[in-house]
């Protein structure tokens, strides 16, 4: 149970400052994962990847704040802070599995390829649609969960906040960035990596599958050269040594 101040998620500036604050860790790990890759994206197709993302992210976030109020509302224990930190939780895990899942799905349905917009700026607008559109389904089906599951929820929350549960500021600092700076940040990478094209692993599986293909003939064409070098060299050798003689 929850005994002194009550945590909420918007507690005038000082949330706003903390949500600022957020943001800013969120793109410096976005930016440091460019910065690090090899080889690296062209700067047009990074900011096309990372936008998508972007876009994912401050509905998340807003779903998230949303969310976090309305099981607050509905649930007679455990205030905003607790639920926001079940939502972090459960975004940054398993609702970016089930974010990538759908992803795939779209994939398979509508048979394009994420992050590549060879056919222009429509190929953007549709794929960043298409992943807010994962991330919404994704959301929405783990607040149903989260609600269908409220008791075990509560109950990882309070064990998690307990030591923060007399001073409503400090747990606000440890769920709104500390816990979301170590979750978005390892969210973010997983999700770059699934969002971006990946050029060099197709072309090295296709020339992989060149080598494959083209092995076995290669490979009797060596044989066979071995073979007509061994059954000449010594013939080589015995006409050399007649001359000599």
Not at 68 to 80: K, V, Y
Not at 91 to 117: K, P, V
Request: proline share 2%.
């Amino acid at each position: 149970m929850y005994t002194s101040e009550t945590c909420t998620i918007l507690p005038g500036v000082f949330g706003v400052v903390v949500q600022c604050l957020l943001v800013v860790v969120c793109l410096v790990a976005l930016v440091s994962k460019y910065a690090l890759e090899h080889p690296r994206r062209e700067l047009r197709i990074f900011l096309f990847d990372s936008s998508k993302q972007i876009y994912g992210a401050a509905i998340a976030h807003i779903l998230n704040m949303l969310g976090a109020t309305f099981l607050a509302q509905l649930q007679s224990d455990g205030d905003e802070c607790h639920w926001y930190w079940v939502q972090i939780m459960t975004d940054t895990t398993f609702g970016t599995l089930t974010a990538y899942s759908m992803l795939q799905l779209s994939i398979h349905l509508f048979q394009y390829e994420s992050g590549d917009y060879s056919k222009g700026i429509r190929s953007y607008w549709t794929q960043a649609c298409i992943w807010i559109w994962c991330v919404c389904c994704a959301k929405a089906l783990w607040i149903m969960i989260q609600w269908a599951t409220a008791s075990y929820m509560l109950m990882a929350a309070n064990f998690v906040l307990q030591p923060f549960v007399d001073n409503a500021h400090l747990m606000l600092v440890f769920v709104m960035i500390f816990t979301p700076t170590a979750m978005n940040v390892f969210q973010i990478l997983v999700t770059d990596q699934f969002l971006k094209k990946h050029v060099l692993q197709k072309k090295e599986s296709h020339q992989y599958a060149q080598v494959s293909l083209e092995s076995p003939t290669n490979l009797t064409t060596k044989i066979g050269q071995s073979v007509q070098s061994l059954v000449i060299s010594p013939t080589k050798r015995k006409g050399g040594s007649t001359e000599l003689d």
